[in-house]
């Protein structure tokens, strides 16, 4: 199974970027389709975006919608979350989690309990 070591947060001021990644360990993470989440103190998780297995389909929050920016490298074993404009409401803790998908599914999962691999989350603070 894989394991998901996220990284790339950090504090960073309003209108600014960072590029998040997550990094697979013990196995590809070619096989998975992958999503980001945040968690905001007090609040629900939340689904920021999902990508499917090729990368060839992508799904958005509305909130973040033309300001975030999910991709991935299966070559390098990575999914990244390019996060432009930053506000101070994107402050959170982000999640990658990965689902196990057949080779020929084209699907992206938007909910929590569709995912059955987590990280452990970077925090991203976004000050005013």
């Known amino acids: 199974q894989v394991q998901l070591v996220e990284s790339g947060g950090g504090l960073v001021q309003a209108g600014g970027s960072l590029r998040l990644s997550c990094a697979g360990l013990?196995?590809?993470?070619?096989?998975?389709?992958m999503g980001w989440f945040r968690q905001a103190p007090g609040k629900e998780r939340q689904i920021v975006g999902a990508?499917?297995?090729?990368?060839?389909?992508?799904y958005y929050a509305d909130s973040v919608k033309g300001r975030f920016t999910i991709s991935r490298d299966n070559a390098k074993n990575t999914v990244y979350l390019q996060i432009n404009s930053l506000k101070f409401e994107d402050t959170a803790v982000y999640y990658c989690a990965g689902r196990l998908v057949p080779v020929y599914s084209g699907n992206y999962y938007y909910r929590a309990d569709e995912y059955g691999y987590w990280g452990q989350g970077t925090q991203v603070t976004v000050s005013s």
């Open positions: 990508i499917s297995r090729s990368g060839s389909n992508t």
């Open positions: 013990g196995r590809t993470v070619s096989s998975y389709a």
